[in-house]
């Protein structure tokens, strides 16, 4: 079998990861070839839209698990294939010189026992480092039940190491991945964060310590395959983040690839609305200092389809508005809808040199549209007298256009309660909603 | 007449330099002095011919000097800074609204740098950050191809991107020989034997490629088309990440052109 066809094999059953992110680390180059960015690099975009910045291969997609959502499960009868670890170096170091990529990431599925095939994935990454001194950035997986002197080998070589928790649920394990148990999960993530903090002492010691998986640790949970609620994801993403130290949680919509009469029926649509919403709430955990109480409840334990979180929380919290943008504090800047985290920043820094009226606050990227309800400015000293209908209906999110009414019905069908908010007739917003 | 009232009337003059920074501080120079406000500032390379009269503004290293001496002094080193970025910038009459920036600035002193909300300073911000974002794109769009050991890449960015992505390709490939054609500006960085350099250019024609690199550019393409999930499918989200006017210099895109 030629390198094209191992490509093209290997990228098939890998492309369903949705980490492909280059960031954290910064090493600048050394003697060798390439460096890292702090901030990550997207080198291209696919026909789907997600950014391509490494090399998202399978060692091989060889199998001896079943996990029922899975291509590759040995159960699937699918042509297989392996990189051996010559190869897939070669290949790695050809992308990169013609900055294709920024690095490898580096996925397996699970060939005779999991000890073997971490070894195989091993044998590429220190091909990569010591042979060709490769100073780009490695996200490796570890294989669930592999030897703990593999996991610390493995992080040696790479800036990212990631154990997938796959699905939201112990229950949902059980039932869809019978070859994984929780505990054959949370061990390799409890000694990747040990190791690291380990590692933190040693490099104050000795500053030439190696470096254990220097980008952190993280993992992904695919979302929509089992009936798990926002409320329940959220819950755990946030438990993750906190027990082990994880630098991200990826949620990936659910992608029939099999018939199963365990899964979704197979002309299911991913719920990428659904997957949105979780990406924009994580954010707001990490970035926003939202606690998940603040965002979902276990009343409505699932999103508001119409508004993004941050919207949601507004507008159900009018006690804390309108915020005078030219005396709040950043965080409670960062609360009002239509003001990042940018233009905060921006706000801060130059109020101090003169008060901002509408016109300054929209050359400092603020979204005055949906802002407008929820601020006083020098122009505007004592707020918007508005309704809820016109505020809602400036806050309606305008990607659930882009991401399709069908999402819309997926939710609705297979979701629990959420509130639409009153006011707004959807009819004239050129949505059906079909409950 | 006070620095800060010189912008308040245009005169009926232009003028004309050499289309380089030292150049354009000769312009504010003379711009002070005579107290002055042209109604244009224009390079002589990209000038078209006009009726209104245009004065030559002839370069001056020892005034050009004393002008850039001056900003970090009566403005603020940042001050400095943001005109040597705008000024690479694709800012529509970039000259003009940093002369005007200028005379604002060594009237009202370092505060103006911050005052990011003011109709003059906000356009010259956004031209900053378009500049970073370019560049910030273009370490990873630019494609390079193996020319015998030698890899070349061509980019044709709005901004003049050379100087600063150079830094952040001679650290990824400090060990190989490199060179970055930019089509629109017609120049070059050249990386040699560890030593750098960024010159004009004319046109220029590239050898045939070789088997292996047409070998390893079907391997990209066909990782590109496989790693997309087609149940996923939003060109509309590619194209707002990656605007089209890349497309031309990235080998996974040509096709789709
Ligand atoms: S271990 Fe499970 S998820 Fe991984 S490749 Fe095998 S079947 Fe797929």
């Avoid at chain 1, 960031?23 to 180059?29: F, L, W």
């Avoid at chain 1, 798990?228 to 983040?241: C, P, V």
Wanted: aromatic share 10%; hydrophobic share 40%.
């Amino acid at each position: 079998m030629d390198i094209l066809e191992k490509l093209t094999i290997l990228t098939e059953g890998a492309k369903y990861d949705a980490a492909c992110t280059s960031s954290g680390a910064q090493r600048p180059g050394q003697k060798g070839l390439g460096n890292t960015l702090k901030a990550g690099c997207c080198h291209s975009f696919s026909a789907d839209g997600r950014c391509i910045s490494l090399l998202k291969v399978l060692q091989t997609n060889y199998c001896v698990y079943d996990c029922k959502y899975c291509v590759n499960r040995v159960s699937n009868e699918v042509v297989r294939a392996a990189f051996t670890p010559a190869e897939l170096a070669e290949l790695t170091i050809q992308f990169y010189r013609r900055n294709y990529i920024e690095g490898l990431f580096l996925s397996s599925g699970v060939h005779i026992n999991p000890d073997h095939t971490m070894e195989q994935m091993i044998k590429t990454i220190e091909l990569l480092r010591y042979s060709y001194n490769f100073g780009g950035y490695i996200h490796a997986k570890t294989i669930p039940g592999a030897a703990p002197e593999l996991v610390q080998r493995l992080g040696l070589a790479a800036d990212r190491l990631s154990v997938n928790i796959e699905l939201p649920s112990e229950a949902s394990l059980k039932l869809l991945a019978p070859h994984k148990s929780k505990q054959a999960i949370l061990k390799p993530m409890a000694q990747i964060r040990d190791g690291q903090s380990e590692n933190k002492q040693d490099l104050i010691k000795y500053r030439h310590a190696p470096h254990f998986a220097a980008a952190g640790q993280a993992t992904q949970m695919i979302i929509g395959a089992t009936p798990e609620s926002d409320y329940q994801i959220m819950k755990l993403a946030f438990g993750l983040y906190k027990q082990y130290a994880l630098k991200r949680v990826f949620y990936s919509a659910y992608i029939p690839a099999v018939e199963d009469n365990l899964l979704p029926a197979c002309d299911t649509k991913p719920p990428l609305l659904r997957e949105h919403r979780l990406y924009q709430a994580d954010f707001l955990l990490r970035q926003y200092k939202f606690t998940v109480d603040e965002i979902i409840s276990e009343q409505t334990p699932n999103f508001n389809p119409y508004l993004d979180p941050k919207c949601n929380w507004a507008i159900n919290n009018m006690q804390y508005f309108p915020v005078d943008v030219n005396k709040a504090c950043l965080e409670e800047l960062l609360r009002v809808p239509g003001i990042g985290p940018v233009s905060a920043r921006r706000i801060i820094t130059s109020r101090r040199h003169s008060k901002l009226g509408l016109p300054e606050l929209k050359r400092l990227g603020v979204v005055l549209k949906r802002a407008r309800y929820f601020i006083l400015a020098a122009d505007l000293p004592v707020g918007l007298k508005s309704d809820k209908e016109s505020a809602l209906k400036a806050l309606l999110d305008p990607t659930i256009h882009s991401l399709g009414v069908e999402q819309l019905t997926l939710f609705d069908t297979t979701q629990g309660e959420w509130a639409l908010p009153p006011a707004v007739t959807i009819d004239g917003l050129g949505l059906t909603a079909t409950n | 007449m006070a620095l800060a009232d010189i912008i308040k009337q245009t005169s009926d003059k232009g003028y004309l330099y050499d289309g380089g920074l030292a150049g354009f501080f000769c312009c504010v120079y003379e711009s002070v002095y005579q107290r002055e406000l042209p109604y244009g500032i224009y390079a002589k390379y990209s000038h078209e011919p006009c009726l209104l009269p245009l004065k030559h503004i002839y370069t001056d290293i020892s005034k050009a000097g004393k002008v850039r001496a001056s900003i970090p002094k009566k403005i603020s080193a940042r001050a400095l800074q943001m005109v040597e970025n705008v000024f690479l910038s694709c800012l529509e009459e970039r000259e003009l609204a940093l002369l005007r920036f200028l005379l604002l600035g060594y009237s009202e002193g370092s505060n103006i740098t911050k005052q990011w909300g003011r109709a003059e300073i906000a356009p010259l911000l956004a031209a900053e950050r378009h500049l970073w974002g370019e560049c910030h794109l273009l370490q990873g769009f630019v494609r390079f191809s193996d020319h015998q050991g030698v890899l070349i890449a061509v980019i044709s960015p709005k901004n003049y991107v050379l100087p600063y992505i150079a830094g952040h390709f001679i650290n990824r490939y400090s060990s190989e020989n490199f060179m970055i054609y930019d089509k629109t500006h017609q120049a070059a960085l050249i990386y040699h034997d560890r030593r750098q350099d960024i010159i004009p250019v004319q046109d220029i024609e590239f050898p045939a490629l070789a088997a292996e690199e047409e070998e390893y550019r079907e391997l990209w393409k066909c990782f590109y088309h496989t790693v997309a999930i087609e149940e996923r499918a939003n060109p509309r989200c590619r194209m707002t990440h990656m605007p089209k006017r890349y497309w031309e210099n990235m080998t996974e895109m040509h096709d789709l052109l």
